[in-house]
T-cell receptor, first 112, second 112 residues
Framework: DAGITQSPRHKVTETGTPVTLRCHQT?????MYWYRQDPGHGLRLIHY???????DKGEVSDGYSVSRSKTEDFLLTLESATSSQTSVYFC???????????FGPGTRLTVL | GQQLNQSPQSMFIQEGEDVSMNCTSS?????WLWYKQDPGEGPVLLIA?????ELTSNGRLTAQFGITRKDSFLNISASIPSDVGIYFC????????????FGKGTKLSVKP
């Protein structure tokens, strides 16, 4: 299994509070991704990174920001959480680009 | 945005049966991937396909990259109870430096 961990694995928070999710990899892969998974929508890309300090928006980036200060860590921040951001969040990594992505175990976020 | 049509949405299997599912699009892809997701876990890569017409096996699983480059198929032979879960296809559009597009999944369950 690819060495990907996500923290926390579960979080309950209130509307309007900031939330940061962390993805950590031990594979030294260049590319890292954040997805959200919702019933009826499948996996949707939020943001991705193609190197340290190099990030770009995905399909559903509104309300989210990311940072990558080290190869191994990719942070996803919800500046002011809303109930519509209740979801399961997955991090993924890739060495070659968009293909052959390996996923972390996920973080279940509930915004009350 | 671009869409992948994955079918069937769900199916019931009896142990020993063969299973087939597919993904289609109106666009051309240069990579097709198949993932399996168990409850509470992240998707796990099963098979990756990179060339039109390519047929690749992984144990009892066989996947094919359609000749038109607009579709892909996954077959599971002699299904067993641990095959239950959700199967996702994903693809990278031809000529795109962009990211993977995911199907909405096929849910495999055991026949009651």
């Amino acid at each position: 299994d690819a060495g990907i961990t996500q923290s926390p694995r579960h979080k309950v928070t209130e509307t309007g509070t900031p939330v940061t999710l962390r993805c950590h990899q031990t594979e030294n892969h260049r590319y890292m991704y954040w997805y959200r998974q919702d019933p009826g929508h499948g996996l949707r890309l939020i943001h991705y990174s193609y190197g340290v300090k190099d990030t770009d928006k995905g399909e559903v980036s509104d309300g989210y920001s990311v940072s990558r200060s080290k190869t191994e860590d990719f942070l996803l921040t919800l500046e002011s959480a809303t109930s519509s951001q209740t979801s399961v969040y997955f991090c993924a990594i890739s060495d070659q680009g968009a293909d052959t992505q390996y996923f972390g175990p996920g973080t279940r976020l509930t915004v009350l | 945005g671009q869409q992948l049509n994955q079918s069937p949405q769900s199916m019931f299997i009896q142990e020993g049966e063969d299973v087939s599912m597919n993904c289609t699009s109106s666009s051309i892809f240069n990579t097709w991937l198949w993932y399996k997701q168990d409850p509470g876990e992240g998707p796990v890569l099963l098979i990756a396909l990179y060339k039109a017409g390519e047929l690749t096996s992984n144990g009892r699983l066989t996947a094919q990259f359609g000749i038109t480059r607009k579709d892909s198929f996954l077959n599971i032979s002699a299904s067993i109870p641990s095959d239950v879960g959700i199967y996702f296809c994903a693809g990278q559009l031809l000529g795109s430096q962009g990211n993977l597009i995911f199907g909405k999944g096929t849910k495999l369950s055991v026949k009651p």
